[in-house]
């Protein structure tokens, strides 16, 4: 069940969002996105004439009460970005919540406390979650971000409601995984970058055979590159994942999916933004040097297979690039992916240092969708069935 298949109207909606978002040392809210990605699931109960009682995590407490990971302070932003004061209660669980709880209005919004500061919520504790279910006539999950932990909050409390459903944002991220995985029009390309092949692994293998390219950047590409003889300087590399990495080349030609790596490097003599620097074939990298970015060669390879392309999925960067010398890699894949997406491909970027990049190289509003999971997501291409989804669904 969805959110548009249930009425609202003076029910109170228990909602799990994830406004677990970064804090500077004022404790300011400093990226709202994720306040932000909430808002029409809670704007829709309201305007039908519903109240609100949302509840989140902050940061890892591990079960103590800081004032550090307190959602009083993100209280002023929620309010301003719905429109509708909220209020806020400091404590998740208990009499004095239930008493709010039962006498908020239609129309008003009440914010609990942080989950975490209770251990209950992460052990995923049965007690806890009867308690947290007695603060809502119907369950909307709307946490996408945490679906793939089997929390209190995002699991075990909807075994205590008849009427549970996804929020919008849930409904989003769904649907754009599975016009990815599912649905795709094809060709299909996928970019996966970030520095490990380790963590990679599960996706490459269920994504093999869903995928026409597989563009590999980032980090991961080293340990391809010395699988196959290359010669990688002191580039990163996982020494015990090359004959997997062998295995994965091989399967690929198998399957008929193109497999392409960077033909060279931008590289450094130490890892800092003030290295000196220089280019070098991929498999060709001089000892005491590391690849840091993909080379002007690769981006022009990639970006071609990137335009002939009609749903690309692009999860994790090209290169380093948090240091400015080392961005541009990931700046070309962003440029070509916004490129393809304006020509009418539908593209899904998702992961931590992607959504990063494409947000402060300016690409956000230049691609189909950008996820707000990084750990669901990936546990999404993976294949693995996420047990806040299967929650709702069962």
Known sequence: MNINQISFKNKRALIRVDYNVPLNEKGQVTDNTRIEAAKDTIIHVLEQGGSVVLMSHLGRPDGNKEEKYSLRHVVDTVSEILGVKAQFIEDCVGEAVNNKAKNLQPGEVLLLENLRFYKE????????????????????????GT?????????????FFEEKGFGKLMLREIESLKKVLETPEKPVAAILGGAKVSSKITVIENILDKVDHLILAGGMAYTFIKAQGGEIGDSLVENDKLDLALELLEKAKELGTQIHLPIDSITADSFSENATRDVAPIDDIPQGWMGLDIGEESRKKFSDVILQCKTILWNGPAGVFEMEPFAHGTIALGNAVAEATARGAFSLVGGGDSVSAVKQFGFENKVSYVSTGGGAMLEMLEGKTLPGIKAINS
Do not use: W
């Open 121 to 144: 919520e992460t052990a995923g504790d049965e007690e806890f979650a009867k308690k947290l279910s007695q603060l809502g006539d119907v369950y909307i999950n709307d946490a996408f």
């Open 147 to 159: 679906a793939h932990r089997a929390h209190a909050s995002t699991t075990v409390v909807a075994q």
